[in-house]
């Protein structure tokens, strides 16, 4: 399966993402990231960023979700954080 991205050019790759947080925390979070159907987010270098603080988590996303197929990857990846963190505030913002 290709990644969602842009069609043209890798202006939406990172190959080296930023990961916070506290560690048995962020291993919830990208066990239940791992999960997702479709590309894995990590592997396929969609994530620019995710913080996982004590009462708020982040993942910024290296597309925009112009696609249905990325929005759904999108709204997939904010659930995977909402089930892994049920009592954190949950943000999941675009790059660019």
């Given at each position: 399966m290709q990644p969602?991205?842009?069609?043209e050019g890798r202006e939406w790759r990172?190959?080296?993402p930023v990961i916070e947080g506290e560690p048995a925390r962020l291993a919830r979070v990208l066990q239940a990231l791992h999960g997702l159907p479709?590309?894995?987010l990590l592997e396929a270098h969609?994530?620019?960023?995710?913080?996982?603080?004590a009462d708020e988590a982040e993942l910024v996303l290296g597309f925009r979700?112009?696609?249905a197929g990325?929005?759904?990857?999108?709204?997939q990846?904010?659930?995977a954080l909402r089930g892994a963190l049920p009592d954190t505030d949950v943000y999941v913002a675009h790059k660019g």
């Open positions: 969602a991205g842009p069609a990172c190959d080296h479709g590309p894995d969609l994530v620019h960023r995710l913080r996982v603080g979700p112009v696609s990325q929005r759904a990857l999108a709204e990846a904010f659930q």
